[in-house]
Nanobody
């Protein structure tokens, strides 16, 4: 089993930046992919970005391309989400999730961290 803990959320003005962290523990050696999702009030959870635990493949939602960057530090078992040029529409609870083994979906989730962007 993999445990995920997010941190780094907060309140920021439009145009500002935040960096979220997702620290993994447990059976991290078997992880295949780590992703970030977000859920705004009254909306469904949506995919933001993901990164392979081994390798360099990254994927981004169109709404965040060019503004958000996902990266990882395997030595620290941590995935980061650098968010620049933030907009009020980015306001949401951000969740880190992991595909714990090849062939599975996102089956491990963190508790979420709130990001609020004021106009």
């Amino acid at each position: 089993q993999v445990q995920l803990v997010e941190s780094g959320g907060g309140l920021v003005q439009a145009g500002g930046s935040l960096r979220l962290s997702c620290e993994a523990s447990g059976r991290t050696f078997s992880m295949y992919t780590v992703g970030w999702f977000r859920q705004a009030p009254g909306k469904e959870r949506e995919f933001v970005t993901s990164i392979r635990w081994s390798g360099s493949n990254t994927y981004y939602a169109d709404s965040v391309k060019g503004r958000f960057t996902i990266s990882r530090d395997n030595a620290k078992n941590t995935v980061y989400l650098q968010m620049n040029s933030l907009k009020p529409m980015d306001t949401a609870v951000y969740y880190c999730a992991a595909v714990s083994a090849l062939g599975r979906g996102y089956d491990c989730w963190g508790q979420g961290t709130q990001v609020t962007v004021s106009s």
